[in-house]
């Protein structure tokens, strides 16, 4: 579902208008949501128990998969105790990169080809 979501975003980028829009709504949802004041990144707020996004999740590199979960848990920690991590901690714009997609791409482009080779 995250996937078709980013498919989304792709098709709007490509028109003019609705590109200014788009990022216009975008820049503002990620400021309104809050998760980089508490470290985290847009990827961070996948759910880890959709199959895709787990074996996505399986195949990121160790010290990628490390640096998710200490996000993480320092995001918990900051809840329950219902502060924000300090400014200069915050999840910078240029640091909210996609870390995930190249790895959930690969993992539904190979589930839609063995489901084709399954037709076959």
Do not use: H
């Amino acid at each position: 579902m995250a996937n078709k979501v980013v498919k989304g975003a792709e098709i709007a980028r490509q028109l003019p208008l609705s590109r200014r829009i788009f990022a216009a709504v975008a820049e503002w949802w990620q400021n309104a949501s809050g998760y980089r004041k508490y470290g985290l990144k847009r990827e961070d707020l996948l759910n880890d128990e959709i199959p895709n996004i787990a074996e996505a999740l399986r195949r990121l590199p160790e010290d990628e998969y490390m640096a998710r979960q200490w996000r993480i848990k320092r995001a918990l920690d900051c809840s329950l105790k219902n502060t924000y991590l300090p400014r200069e901690e915050w999840t910078k714009v240029e640091d909210d990169k996609f870390y995930l997609k190249p790895y959930l791409d690969l993992v539904e482009k190979e589930k839609t080809e063995r489901k084709s080779f399954d037709n076959q």
